[in-house]
């Protein structure tokens, strides 16, 4: 791995402090996976997601890292960079998750000289078009309303997301609210690039084979980025959410139901404790089916356990362990959540086999395999192991293959938390009630940042026969609002 993927990878541990003023001086790193092909992709990533967007103005990152793709480059203007990369038979990927943002463009080999130019200008000297920001900001406005009809499972995922991460910069999506998004103007997406889109915020990533010149020439034109400190880092302390609570969001008449339940955990991207709470959690109820399917009540609804923010490419410091069900037309959604998760709990204290963890492990290696074969994947692991100190590939592949069922089972002992839980139900519900604050007692985070309004109505759940418990509603308009 190169020294300065160590160097960056170094500078945003689980805590990070100030980057060194000689590193935000230096010219931004760049990794190069090559193969022969007949394409190439270039990509920047810059730690400038939507978890630094301010208290109020959610969906900031995601506005601007659209506007910078779509609003011109270097001068160009907008529609002169759009004819541009027409001509050249591309176009740019705009990638923004909670941590990271990224700018993909891939090209043919014998354009990549141009397309290097082109993505250099759109990072590091974006000419931000007023009528292409208002045009940006009026897509994302109906983007969230057209979610509001649905699908079900993107609901209850956004649901869950505000509910586990109440008062966290992770408690809303990277597109923002409703509430949120017609607020923001012009010159909050300048002030949000200033501060964020910085030097030591930034790396390059190279995907193929490419001359030397073009890969300087790179580097060279992001590097405008100027060299200052990035400011504000992702607040560590997490809501304590006691209790089971239920949320109720009335979707679109007809709506197929469906429920989300889970807490968030406090382990960071480089705890080995992570990785093995993981694939515990696949091997119990992962995509392609496990101990939940066996319980006879749970299996029509297609019990699935994930560990929602593992993945590479939403990448979160802390993430949510997160359980999805699918209720047939006659079943109570809230007493089959409450089912599951006593299911859950039975199955995690009883832990995994040697075999279960065997299988599991040989299946990730697989597609791991696939990733880092393919040079776009392997490309992106690297910025991401550089950028936020995750594992990259080989240190990844080594923990996989050293992994055994105690410390999966430690891991699951330790963060499947079955009685602390936040369960949300889309789907028709009853006439709204008075909402109860959602949102943690002062004392329970550390460094509090709120996330826009943190009040979803919630109703406890103590029964474990919970088909009598009366949940409350909002609609799908005021949990996106």
């Known amino acids: 791995m190169s020294p300065w993927i160590l160097l960056l990878a170094g500078c945003w541990t689980r805590a990070p402090g100030p980057v060194p003023l000689d590193l935000a001086a230096d010219p931004v790193p760049m990794v190069q996976a090559t193969a022969e092909r007949s394409r190439v992709d270039l990509v920047v990533t810059l730690r400038a997601g939507a978890a630094l967007d301010p208290v109020g103005q959610e969906g900031l990152a995601w506005l601007t890292a659209q506007t910078v793709a779509l609003g011109g480059a270097g001068g160009r203007g907008a529609d002169d960079t759009a004819d541009a990369l027409y001509r050249l038979g591309t176009q740019v990927r705009v990638v923004v998750g909670p941590e990271l943002v990224a700018l993909h463009l891939p090209c043919a080999l014998d354009a990549v000289a141009e397309c290097a130019a082109l993505l250099a200008d759109m990072v590091a000297a974006p000419d931000l078009d007023p009528a292409v920001f208002e045009r940006v900001r009026a897509q994302a406005i109906a983007g969230l309303e057209e979610r509001a009809l649905g699908p079900a499972p993107e609901l209850a995922a956004t649901g869950l997301l505000r509910a586990v991460y109440a008062g966290h910069p992770y408690g809303h999506g990277p597109d923002g609210r409703l509430g949120s998004l017609p607020t923001l103007q012009l010159s909050d997406v300048r002030a949000f690039r200033t501060a964020h889109w910085v030097r030591p915020a930034a790396l390059i990533g190279i995907a193929g ?106 990448l979160r410091q802390q993430p949510a362990l997160r359980l999805d069900l699918s209720p047939g037309e006659d079943a109570d959604p809230v007493g089959l959540a409450v089912l599951a998760l006593d299911a859950l ?137």
């Open 345 to 481: 709990g039975a199955a995690a204290a009883q832990g995994v086999t040697p075999e279960e963890v065997a299988a599991e492990v040989g299946r990730r290696l697989t597609v791991l395999d696939a990733q880092t074969d393919a040079a776009p994947g392997r490309a992106h692991m690297v910025a991401v192991a550089g950028l936020l100190g995750a594992p990259g590939p080989a240190a990844l592949r080594t923990r996989l293959q050293a992994l055994d069922a105690a410390a999966v089972n430690a891991a699951l002992a330790a963060h499947v938390h079955v009685d602390d839980v936040r369960i949300v139900v889309v789907g028709p519900g009853p006439a709204a009630a008075s909402p109860v604050d959602l949102a943690p007692p002062a004392d329970a985070v550390d460094d509090p940042v709120a996330s826009g309004p943190a009040t979803l109505p919630v109703t406890a759940v103590e029964e474990t026969d919970a088909a009598s418990v009366q949940g409350t509603t909002l609609s799908a308009q005021e949990l996106l609002r």
């Open 209 to 314: 084979t490419v001359p030397k010149d073009v890969a300087n020439q790179l580097q060279d034109g992001v590097s405008r980025l100027p060299p200052t400190l990035p400011l504000g880092v992702t607040a560590l302390g997490l809501p304590k959410t006691p209790g089971r609570r239920v949320i109720h969001v009335q979707g679109a008449p007809g709506i197929r139901s469906h429920v989300a339940a889970g807490h968030a955990v406090d382990l960071a991207v480089d705890d080995p404790q992570r990785l093995a709470l993981d694939v515990g959690l696949a091997v119990l109820g992962g995509p392609a089916g496990g101990r939940l399917d066996a319980v006879p009540e749970l299996a029509a609804a297609s019990p699935r356990l994930a560990l929602d923010g593992a993945d590479v490419r939403a």
